[in-house]
Nanobody
Framework: QVQLVESGGGLVQAGGSLRLSCVAS????????MGWYRQAPGKQRELVAG???????NYADSVKGRFTISRDNAENTVYLQMNSLKPEDTAVYYC???????????WGKGTLVTVSS
């Protein structure tokens, strides 16, 4: 069993910052990549940022320059530092981990980020 637990969401004013954390636990043999996705009401889930086993990162165009993804390998934790938040960043943010040689995807339950104008 693998569990991903997100934390750090909340309510923030536009222009503010939040830091999301996601801890992976359980039967973790190999982490290929971890990432953050988000889903706003009435919209599809979208990739926000990802980081590979080789620390290669990628970002959605809408968050480039404002969000930074990082990870702590020893703690099986991935972070998302979100700066200069905008109301359109409001969404449920989900942690994703791609694990093992079978490259299976696991998901957290999500954490709500609300940015007020």
């Amino acid at each position: 069993q693998v569990q991903l637990v997100e934390s750090g969401g909340g309510l923030v004013q536009a222009g503010g910052s939040l830091r999301l954390s996601c801890v992976a636990s359980g039967n973790i043999f190999r982490i290929n990549a971890m990432g953050w996705y988000r889903q706003a009401p009435g919209k599809q889930r979208e990739l926000v940022a990802g980081i590979t086993r080789s620390d290669i990162t990628n970002y959605a165009d809408s968050v480039k320059g404002r969000f930074t993804i990082s990870r702590d390998n020893a703690e099986n934790t991935v972070y998302l530092q979100m700066n200069s938040l905008k109301p359109e960043d409001t969404a449920v943010y989900y942690c994703n981990a791609n694990l093992g040689y079978m490259k299976l995807d696991y998901w957290g339950k999500g954490t709500l980020v609300t940015v007020s104008s």
